[in-house]
């Protein structure tokens, strides 16, 4: 077997650089606070960092509003700061991926500003501009319809997100090459990798036609996307060894496996049919089955079960007050499933969302919770996060003992679980197996060797297989191998 690209050992740990470390005191996170906290990454063995845009941007979308494509936002620091955030990863054998956005830019960028200012203007169709609008509706519920006048013009502009992010123009190839260029030019700087936001926006009905009644979507995943992945690839492909991972936001599998099995598209793709489906065990493990018989190992799966748009797993699956135990049975399941975990900052510390008062609610779309600012240190108010008296966001109420301080010194916290299985992901290489294990269970096997079970119900269940106990999921550190506790995952060594 040949051996695996990095982005296929361990696993890829998301920063939302608003809320991981500030080191300038303003209370918004920071590149050089990234820069002093790797050692808290390398001790995880994370193979690559990716960060969410660190761009220049009015911050409408806090930062998935690019206002220029090759900058750094000075919230955030300098290029400067972040070839030294790159350096200082690359020292320790992590690698960076940046969030390229291609389908959007800042209603403040300067093409956008140009694309405005008049209907004849050279960059006018960089856009897409219409007189009458159609029934496209924006991705955000309250931004309600994806059109928005322009008084100036008269006409209307499309943006799939907030008015602040107007649609690029994919179908002019002068967009495209302009948005190839963004990617040679982070790619000469050093960096690894991109994920691309909202990749399927990129390739839309070129006729615009109304999606109400239509069999498919016409505001997305249109036919051209594959040409669209072939050319950005090409690009990424003039660079050796990096990689591309798409925010495949589908709910079709089939269409998800179409970005990934030729091998000349993409990398990796978040698997959204994995994250949007409820808690349970049947649903889990068609989920993991899916994506094998479809790629019929033509492509290496991605699993996430968090990020900065979604609740976090403590809390959306605590509707029986068992979202801690799941928090870190899941952390067993991704590092444990054959493909490339995908690690939200703090889903190792298994936090939980913030509580945000109405008067501090910032983000549009309901997701100031899941983006709380990391603590660090046990010690308000700062948390060792920052030294200003408040952060942009409130801390969870448990920063005082969920922090990472606390937690190394708990031979039993989430965080030394999380250590544990990065410790022993190496070994968990080999083929895997699904394991019939009874309802409620899903388990599968690695190489023949481990067993990895993971309990979805809220009771005791026996497990039908021997073995000596590697890791569990349970806090209370569970030996009895021949059962799983209420929502337990673990990983037995079978007896051979
Ligand atoms: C992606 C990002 C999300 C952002 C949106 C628009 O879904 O993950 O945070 O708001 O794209 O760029």
Redesign the pocket.
Request: glycine share 0%; net charge negative; proline share 0%.
């Given at each position: 077997m040949a051996e695996p690209a990095w982005w296929q050992r361990g696993a890829i740990y998301q920063i939302y650089p608003r809320s991981f470390a500030d080191s300038n005191g303003d209370g918004v996170g920071d590149l050089k606070g990234i820069t002093a906290r790797l050692d808290h990454l390398a001790e995880l063995k994370v193979e690559g960092i990716w960060l969410s845009p660190i761009f220049p941007s009015p911050m409408a979308?806090f930062g998935?509003d690019v206002a220029d494509y090759c900058d750094v936002d000075p919230v955030f620091g300098t290029l400067a700061d972040l070839d030294e955030l790159i350096a200082e990863a690359h020292g320790r054998g992590i690698k960076l991926i940046l969030d390229w956005?291609p389908?959007?830019s800042s209603d403040q960028h300067p093409w956008f500003l140009e694309s405005k200012s008049s209907k004849d203007n050279p960059k006018r169709d960089w856009y897409v501009w219409r007189d009458e609008p159609n029934d496209w509706m924006s991705?955000f519920t309250a931004c309600g319809p994806a059109w928005t006048l322009d008084e100036t013009t008269g006409q209307h502009y499309l943006h799939s997100?907030m008015p602040e992010?107007p649609d690029l123009n994919w179908d002019n190839p002068e967009v495209e090459a302009a948005m190839h260029d963004v990617i040679r030019f982070w790619m000469d700087r050093g960096v690894d990798g991109l994920r691309l936001?909202?990749i399927p926006r990129i390739a839309k009905d070129p006729l615009l036609r109304d999606q109400a009644g239509a069999a498919r979507a016409h505001n997305e995943d249109w036919d051209t996307i594959h040409e669209r992945l072939r050319g950005i690839r090409a690009v990424v492909d003039e660079y050796e060894d990096r990689m591309i991972v798409g925010?495949v936001?589908l709910q079709d599998l089939h269409r998800v496996v179409a970005y990934l099995q030729y091998g000349n598209q993409l990398h990796l793709a978040h698997n959204f049919v994995f994250i949007d489906q409820d808690w349970g065990a049947e649903a889990y493990a068609t989920a993991i089955d899916d994506f094998e018989r479809l790629t019929e190992g033509a492509a290496w799966p991605a699993w996430f079960l968090a990020?900065?748009?979604k609740h976090r797993p403590r809390s959306r699956f605590d509707h029986d007050g068992l979202g801690a135990q799941r928090a870190r049975a899941i952390l067993v399941m991704l590092y444990a499933l054959k493909g490339t975990p995908f690690i939200y900052q703090g889903e190792e510390l298994g936090l939980p969302d913030a509580q945000i008062p109405p008067e501090r609610v910032v983000d549009v779309?309901g997701?100031d919770p899941e983006r709380a600012p990391i603590p660090w240190t046990p010690e308000a108010p700062g948390y060792g996060f920052t030294t200003a008296d408040d952060a942009w966001l409130p801390f969870v109420d448990e920063a005082g003992t969920l922090n990472a301080q606390t937690q190394q010194a708990d031979p039993r916290s989430t965080l030394n679980l999380t250590k544990a299985l990065a410790a022993l992901r190496p070994q968990l290489t080999g083929e895997q197996e699904l394991f019939d294990a009874g309802p409620g269970i899903v388990a599968w096997t690695r190489d023949g060797t481990y067993l990895v079970a993971v309990n979805f119900t809220d009771t005791e269940l026996p497990l039908n297989a021997t073995g000596t106990l590697v890791i569990s999921s349970d806090p209370r550190g569970a030996v009895e191998s021949a059962s799983l506790l209420p929502s337990e995952a673990l990983i037995l060594r079978l007896a051979v």
């Open positions: 979308d998935y956005v389908n959007h991705v997100f992010q936001d909202a925010e936001a990020n900065h748009d779309d997701r």
